[in-house]
């Protein structure tokens, strides 16, 4: 079954405590993002990557790392994790550049305090 | 500056009747534009596309138009079920396809 996996679902964490949020897919697929999305904000764009090792900054990506040394895993790294980074967050990912749509996994709820 | 927007934040209909959702931008030039589906606590899937040169699309009870004139583009869904009741999202692609801006998306319900 195609699917984008992300790991983990629910996280309670501390400030200052390093996470990664782990998200992988099955689909061969070149280009991946992540996003965060926020009540009364919306969805808003952290980082992408168009293929392996290449990276972008999306909408919001101070507090935020990434890596893409697959091409099916893009995890998200928080190194000190704020309150302000309380959120849910989703991976994503398409098959190119010139394709439009956007695969999503289920999310996962970060809470820090 | 940038901005996307979503008619409304809530939309209430009866079953039956058309459901009918704007998306509305500013200082965007999307070479095309697309429509996902959230329900509670799930990721955003998949409805629709439509590029600049198409005034309409069509899936199903689905349907979307794209005036980039009017820098709008409706999305209807015809003969509306409950189970059609979710948040719906547009989002437009920036940078030739590079990345996506989401608008805030629209919570639809449709009553028995």
């Known amino acids: 079954e195609a699917q984008v996996t992300q790991n983990p679902r629910y996280l309670i964490t501390v400030t200052g405590k390093k996470l990664t949020v782990t998200c992988s897919q099955n689909?061969?697929?070149?280009?991946m993002s992540w996003y965060r999305q926020d009540p009364g904000l919306g969805l808003r764009q952290i980082y992408y990557?168009?293929?392996?090792?290449?990276?972008d900054k999306g909408d919001v990506p101070e507090g935020y790392k990434v890596s893409r040394k697959e091409k099916r895993n893009f995890p998200l790294i928080l190194e000190s994790p704020s309150p302000n980074q309380t959120s849910l967050y989703f991976c994503?990912?398409?098959?190119?550049?010139?394709?439009?749509?956007?695969?999503f996994g289920e999310g996962s709820r970060l809470t820090v305090l | 500056s940038q901005k996307i927007e979503q008619n409304s934040e809530a939309l209430n209909i009866q079953e039956g009747k058309t459901a009918t959702l704007t998306c509305n931008y500013t200082?965007?030039?999307?070479?095309?534009l697309q429509w996902y589906r959230q329900d509670p606590g799930r990721g955003p899937v998949f409805l629709l596309l439509?590029?600049?040169?198409?005034k309409e699309k069509r899936k199903e009870r689905l349907k979307v138009t794209f005036d980039t004139t009017l820098k709008q583009s409706l999305f209807h869904i015809t003969a509306s079920q409950p189970a059609d009741s979710a948040t719906y999202l547009c989002?437009?692609?920036?940078?030739?396809?590079?990345?996506?801006?989401f608008g805030p998306g629209t919570r639809l319900s449709v009553l028995p």
């Open positions: 994503a990912s398409r098959q190119g550049i010139n394709t439009g749509e956007l695969f």
């Open positions: 689909m061969n697929h070149e280009y």
């Open positions: 990557s168009m293929n392996v090792e290449v990276t």
């Open positions: 200082n965007y030039s999307p070479a095309y």
């Open positions: 439509i590029r600049e040169n198409e």
């Open positions: 989002a437009l692609d920036r940078n030739y396809g590079q990345n996506f801006v």
